[in-house]
């Protein structure tokens, strides 16, 4: 009785260690399963499939026995932290990201398809091609282009890069970092269209103040540095001078936990996705630090850090009567999702502030030559060692041409002369590719 008993036991515990075993299995498996039956050293099991961009340029195309690329070098570069690898080495690209998708992976039956799938992405190569020659061989930074009505991006570019056919070769350092996604800047006076939000909704008479500027403002001991000396303005004219001095007055009326709430609603404090590829979130002080700190926070210093895409979405928001329209990167028939962002009031005043300062400020007949209907803000965000990066968002206010857009450029000096350019020429190149 004993030994049966014993006996029994013994088989109790193989069959809960079956139990667990398979138990185990199956989860792995439902979460493993297509990297097991697709992880890209293995055979695809005479799957093939297409990337492609809006017009149908391939971007990368495999098969059982090939993976390749564009034939086209420059589209190789320009779109590869959109397209990624097939080692996914960048780890925000669309091979690795989509990898399922276009191999019609079913857990039922494994990998069945016969026929090649290929997948189209919102973005235009010739727009990313424009962007990176724009921004250059020997620099720094990163550049995005969205439809602000359809959420669809159609440039999203890196530097620097990587030609994905040299496999194994050494590439520049940092270079597999898709920076419009996956990195996050000090933003500088960019940082001030957030402050202005704060302003507009919290202190009540914003558009009846003026504020001075003397060329440095002093909170307690501090001195706020400005780069001109603009006198007496009103918070449109503080935004196109981007005055300093100003700006930390504003900050201080509106008060940290206004500007706290601005930054968090609009989303600047949070990871975001573009079609299931994740971004990083932004930085900004989680407590009251005193008036100097609130002040170098809403001129876009303290320790203030932006992603490119979360004021990409920002942007974008502005120019669309704050509602954001979900950002896509696989082109799709379905319905435009818009969600709201900023207050109706608030979006539109900002608004009309970026239009005027592009019209007043930064003389789109050199730097935007054609480009009349547009808003926009400069960023020149100081490191402390005498170096900045240099910023530029705004948007199109053209219903044929709705587009917003970002560009930083690392340790590139002004934000106008060294941004400004490589908008103008992404924005061209969007408009010319509708042809
Ligand atoms: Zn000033």
Known sequence: MKKITRRAFSVLLLALAIIFGMTVFVLRYTDEGSDWALYFASANAG?????????????ASFDATRYAFSDDAETRVACYHVTGDYWNRSGTGALGAYWDRMQEYSLIEGTVK????????????SICRAAWNAIGYNRRGAAMLMNY??????AMVSLPSVDPINGEAPVADTAFINRCLSASFPPGSIFKLVTAAAAIEDVPDIFNRTFVCE????????????????????????????????????????????????????????????????????????????????AWSGIGQSTDLVCPYTMLRYVAAIANDGMLATPRLILTDEPVEQTRLIEASTAAKLKQM?????????MPEIYFPGLYYAGAKTGTAELGDGASHAWFTGFLDDPAHPYAFVVVIERAGSGLAAAAPVANRMLHAAIAAEG
């Open 47 to 59: 799957a093939g499939g297409e990337l492609r961009d809006r017009k149908g340029v391939v971007l």
């Open 149 to 154: 009505r359809t959420g669809e991006v159609l």
């Open 114 to 125: 016969k026929e090649p799938k290929s997948l189209t992405l919102t973005i235009d190569a």
């Open 354 to 362: 970026m239009i005027y300062n592009f019209q007043t400020r930064y």
């Open 215 to 294: 060329g440095d403002y002093t909170i307690g001991t501090v001195d706020i540095h400005c780069t001109g000396v603009h006198g007496e303005q009103s918070i449109e004219e503080a935004l196109a001078n981007s005055c300093n001095s100003a700006f930390a007055q504003i900050a201080v009326a509106a008060g940290y936990n206004s500007l706290y709430d601005h930054v968090k609603a609009y989303g600047f404090l949070d990871p975001h996705e573009l079609d299931g590829i994740p971004s990083v979130a932004g930085a900004y002080r989680t407590q009251y630090a005193g008036d100097p700190e609130l």
